[in-house]
Each structure stands twice: as structure tokens, then as C-alpha cells.
């Protein structure tokens, strides 16, 4: 069964930090450019940030560059998104998702796997 399994959300104070992980089961991520979104209640699901099937490219949105980075794992089959610097408008649950193909993109439709998501929640 080909799957991503998020973990490591959890509720923290602003200015606090958490780490993501995501890990791939049935399939190996070398071939996959991978992402994280989120999603806030009552708004559309929003790419965070994504890196190249290589590890040699990152992008970031705007909101949240200098505070999160994300790193991918492939001998361990995983992905990570350390966050720092929370701020309350980062709640949200928050999903990885792999895409075949060297460069990623903030573009849903791209994106061949999706997890189930973890909730992120940043008290003020």
C-alpha cells in the first residue's frame, strides 16, 4: 500500500517550534519532488514549502520563508519541515505530498500522493 504518514503536530506557544516528518511506505521518495501545504479552517489548502526530487532546490511561500526548512531524508524514506517562529496564523493541518519528477511546485493537481495530515495549532 502506497502511503505518507504525517507526524510531530502538536499545539505550541508563538514563537515556539515544531518539527514535521513524513514518511513514504510502499514506495521510495528518490524519483519525488516533495511538498508540504496547509490547510486553515474555512480557506483553501496553501503550498508552504517543497523541494526538488534531488534536495538541491527548495521553495518557500512568502509567509513563511526565514522561519521553516525543509529537508528530505531518502535513505530514510522521509521528509521534514522544522518550523520556527510560530505565529498563530500558521494553524493549520498540515499535509506532505509527493510528486513524480525532479522539480516541485505549490500546484495541488501535480502531486501524485497525499497524506492524512497533522494539526498544527499556535497559541498567542
Known amino acids: 500500500q502506497l502511503q505518507l504518514v504525517e507526524s510531530g503536530g502538536g499545539l505550541v506557544q508563538a514563537g515556539g517550534s515544531l518539527r514535521l516528518s513524513c514518511a513514504a511506505s510502499?514506495?521510495?521518495?528518490?524519483?519525488?519532488?516533495l511538498g508540504w501545504f496547509r490547510q486553515a479552517p474555512g480557506k483553501e489548502r496553501e503550498g508552504v514549502s517543497c523541494?526538488?526530487?534531488?534536495?538541491?532546490?527548495?521553495n518557500y511561500a512568502d509567509s513563511v520563508k526565514g522561519r521553516f526548512t525543509i529537508s528530505r531524508d531518502n535513505a530514510k524514506n522521509t521528509v521534514y519541515l522544522q518550523m520556527n517562529s510560530l505565529k498563530p496564523e500558521d494553524t493549520a493541518v498540515y499535509y506532505c505530498?509527493?510528486?513524480?519528477?525532479?522539480?516541485?511546485?505549490?500546484?495541488?493537481?501535480?502531486?501524485?500522493?497525499w497524506g492524512q495530515g497533522t494539526q498544527v495549532t499556535v497559541s498567542s
Open positions: 510502499g514506495f521510495t521518495l528518490d524519483n519525488y519532488a
Open positions: 505530498a509527493a510528486e513524480y519528477g525532479h522539480a516541485c511546485s505549490f500546484r495541488n493537481i501535480e502531486y501524485d500522493y
Open positions: 523541494i526538488y526530487s534531488s534536495g538541491g532546490s527548495t
